[in-house]
């Protein structure tokens, strides 16, 4: 026979300790390989240029962009319109819908929801987005 050391067979509550010591050490180390996979941008809602479709890794430089969408909810007291809108290729988004500030120059009072309309946004320094003009889409 080989020179192999036989560990004694384990039942019950040793076996019971082992197993459940394995799964924990396991999952112990998911979170910590998840988290440095990920860059440590999961749950950054902010940083849009970091989301897959949102214009990640060949950016255009665009700071403004027009396009169409339906007003889906409007906060004139919060300067906040939310915006089912087409894509926006200047900015390398998909369609999607989105709530942005709107600049106080926009007239929220006369927006309502349902309404088509076209739109101007500008990506500020700090990477937000604002609504800088809005009327009826033709």
């Known amino acids: 026979m080989s020179n192999l050391?036989?560990?004694?067979?384990?039942?019950?509550?040793?076996?019971?300790?082992?197993?459940?010591?394995g799964l924990a050490a396991?999952?112990?180390?998911?979170?910590?390989?998840?988290?440095?996979?990920?860059?440590?941008?999961?749950?950054?809602?902010q940083n849009m240029q970091n989301m897959p479709g949102m214009g990640g890794g060949k950016a255009p430089a665009?700071?403004?962009?027009?396009?169409?969408?339906?007003?889906?909810?409007?906060?004139a007291q919060q300067r906040k319109i939310k915006l089912n809108h087409e894509p926006i290729p200047a900015f390398g988004w998909p369609a999607m819908s989105m709530e942005m500030a709107a600049a106080p120059a926009v007239d929220?009072?006369?927006?309502?929801?349902?309404?088509?309309?076209k739109f101007t946004l500008s990506?500020?320094?700090?990477?937000?987005?604002?609504?800088q003009a809005l009327s009826p889409a033709q």
Do not use: C, F
Not at 38 to 43: A, L
Not at 62 to 75: D, H, I, P, R
């Open 5 to 21: 050391i036989l560990a004694p067979r384990l039942r019950g509550p040793a076996l019971k300790a082992l197993v459940l010591g």
């Open 26 to 45: 396991a999952a112990l180390a998911l979170p910590a390989h998840a988290q440095s996979n990920s860059g440590g941008n999961m749950g950054n809602m």
């Open 62 to 75: 665009a700071t403004s962009a027009s396009a169409t969408g339906t007003v889906e909810s409007v906060s």
């Open 108 to 117: 929220l009072t006369q927006v309502k929801p349902g309404a088509k309309v």
């Open 123 to 131: 990506k500020g320094t700090d990477g937000s987005y604002t609504v």
